[in-house]
């Protein structure tokens, strides 16, 4: 595990501002550096000791010194892939999952990339043609930036690598903050700084004499197998995730799990037979403290679990810290809950499993419960259609906001598992004009590839390839890199996703008002009774339990003097004024303290906090370089 940086192009002084750009990235490898500079490249790497302690280090070169490899992440199989490359006649100097991707690349080329069970970044230059070639991992669990910048083609694990690079000019993009003021993250291919771009997930790259070329290299493809019954399902999915968790301890350091009080953790942790797990929570309410419940399933897998609650303070001081980590922002709550979770673990190991996926591949998300799933959604479409128009006529309520939702179509009205501020009020919000496109128009390209499936596998295909990549695995990485610590997924294998995507419908998400003799559940169905199936029974009420995830009380806190003053100087400030209507915004803060919003379901405090992570990444990239309240601290 490690970050890299790169770029082409001889420029003066490539050392030094090489090793500027890799010091930007030091946090995600801590343990050593190494550098490559050659005529046309430039290649920098940092450690995070995993596997071969020893012999590990990068840049690796081949045999001959005509490839030079980086890599960020875990290949699984790598001991496989490289028995065969040594029947091929490929010398070995290392014991590294590293050097298999270079010899794999030689031997196979970029067919090499359906060979691998892992996440990966990685980039390999050849010498003699000039060209580099790069890849990300079939779900995107570790990131790939790049940046076309003057004559320079830079390529990176974090945007901020590329600040100290003389080519690159540090521009916001201001279309990025349109969009993501609907999504809560960014959810396009280019991001908050211009002409920076992700690769995407199951895509690679070859770049050579200025032209760039990226082609998608795997497909998710859901083909329900209607055959096995549901006890055949169970243990499908029992049988291919021990093989994945067993898979992903595979390591030369202690590796740990987090736990909270839901079932893909849980099932993770007993899974996973790990000595420790880690758990954070906040205040004594069970609605935002899942501590308790860690620690009694931690005692009946007869694990040791370190705990923390974490204080508002402490919360609210992170924030600039973990929104500079983040590179883009992310109006996820969780993130922060994340980013002490995995600092509770560095402090102990460097290896966690978690449990991100699950509900992505399973069905797991209780808004995947909503279509055929009230008596209303059985009525014909022209007549749920009309009822909704006029709906939408009627001032915002509760009760109105349902029939307007269920008048729209799936692919009108579900962007993924966050949806801020529709494009009326977004539009009404910004004072500046970008060239953002509607919501829809980003989605569609996904809907179109499951334009024949049912609702729940287009939310699921949907969700996949957007909220998955864009949120839950972004604050993953960042979050645990930050820490110096490599997480691990293993429910994002690719041999897990191909059993998976074969599962009916019926098995994901069911209507039935009974599914199991002890517990009710309707979400992640087969694979709640896989983990039932598998876990201690005293702790098998865990698959039962509403999802949770990191619960975080922002809506309680907006109330209180203290924060609503600290979001309320944010409102106020310059930037604030440049990008937004303050009035609108002063006035969404003032109702929330007030009370004029009461319920969960109409509240505004998360289009509150999404303005607010925004203004506070902005100030940290853009303006001080540091936040702009004293509570805040700067590392």
Wanted: charged share 30%; net charge neutral.
């Amino acid at each position: 595990m490690c970050g890299f940086v790169g770029f082409t192009n001889y420029i003066n002084n490539s050392n030094i501002v090489l090793e500027n750009m890799m010091n930007k990235i030091i946090h995600r490898g801590p343990d050593s550096g190494g550098t490559y500079i050659d005529d046309g490249i430039a290649l920098g790497f940092r450690r995070l000791s995993i596997i071969d302690l020893a012999q590990g280090d990068q840049p690796i070169l081949n045999e001959d010194g005509s490839k030079v490899l980086l890599f960020n992440g875990e290949i699984y199989n790598f001991q496989s892939i490289r028995e065969k490359l040594i029947a091929a006649g490929h010398k070995f100097k290392t014991k590294t999952d590293s050097e298999v991707l270079l010899h794999g690349y030689e031997e196979y080329g970029k067919n090499l990339l359906n060979m691998l069970r892992g996440m990966f970044a990685f980039v390999i230059w050849d010498k003699n043609t000039k060209e580099l070639f790069g890849a990300r991992d079939f779900f995107g669990i570790k990131p790939l930036y790049y940046s076309l910048s003057g004559k320079s083609f830079l390529f990176g694990s974090e945007i901020k690598s590329f600040l100290p690079h003389p080519h690159f000019k540090k521009e916001m993009n201001e279309d990025a903050l349109e969009n993501y003021l609907t999504f809560q993250y960014s959810p396009c291919n280019e991001t908050f700084f211009k002409n920076v771009f992700k690769l995407p997930a199951a895509h690679c790259f070859t770049y050579k004499d200025g032209n760039l070329k990226i082609e998608r290299y795997w497909e998710i493809k859901f083909e329900a197998d209607e055959k096995p019954d549901l006890d055949s399902w169970v243990n499908k999915i029992s049988d291919i995730f021990h093989n994945s968790v067993e898979a992903h301890k595979i390591a030369d350091v202690e590796v740990g799990s987090f736990l909270s009080s839901g079932v893909d953790s849980s099932y993770v942790a007993a899974i996973a037979d790990v000595d420790k797990t880690f758990t954070v929570g906040f205040g004594n309410d069970e609605k935002y403290n899942e501590i308790g419940w860690a620690k009694d399933f931690s005692k009946a897998i007869g694990k040791a679990n370190t705990s923390k609650v974490i204080t508002p303070e402490e919360y609210w001081s992170s924030l600039s810290k973990i929104q500079y980590h983040m590179d883009e922002p992310l109006a996820d709550p969780a993130a922060v809950a994340l980013y002490f979770v995995c600092n509770l673990a560095s402090q102990k190991l460097k290896v966690v499993l978690s449990g991100e996926g699950a509900d992505e591949i399973f069905g797991g998300y209780n808004v995947y419960s909503e279509p055929d799933g009230t008596f209303y959604d059985k009525l014909p479409r022209g007549i749920k259609r009309g009822i909704g128009a006029a709906a939408g006529k009627l001032p915002a309520h509760r009760g109105v906001n349902f029939f307007i939702r269920k008048g729209k179509d799936l692919e009108e009205r579900f962007i993924g598992n966050a949806y801020m501020f529709p494009p009326e009020e977004r539009k009404k919000l910004l004072k500046i004009k970008t060239n953002a496109p509607d919501p829809t128009e980003i989605t569609k390209p996904f809907y179109d590839k499951v334009k024949n499936k049912d609702d729940v596998t287009k939310m699921q295909y949907l969700d996949l390839h957007m909220w998955m990549t864009g949120d839950i695995l972004l604050k993953a990485d960042k979050m645990s890199m930050a820490n110096s610590l490599e997480l691990r997924v293993p429910f994002l294998d690719k041999e897990v996703m191909a059993v998976a995507e074969k599962i009916p419908r019926r098995y994901r998400v069911t209507h039935k008002e009974q599914t199991d003799a002890d517990t009710k559940y309707i979400t992640k169905y087969a694979m709640r009774l896989a983990a039932k199936k598998d876990t201690p029974p005293q702790t098998a009420k865990t698959a039962a339990k509403k999802k949770l995830g990191f619960p975080v009380p922002i809506r309680v806190w907006l109330k209180e003097d203290k924060y609503y003053n600290i979001v309320k100087e944010m409102f106020e400030s310059d930037a604030a004024k440049k990008f937004f209507d303050t009035k609108l915004l002063l006035k969404m803060l003032d109702d929330h303290k007030n009370g004029k919003n009461t319920n969960e379901k109409t509240d505004n405090s998360r289009k509150i906090w999404t303005v607010y992570i925004f203004l506070v990444w902005y100030d940290r990239f853009f303006e001080h370089g540091k936040p702009v309240h004293p509570a805040m601290s700067v590392q």
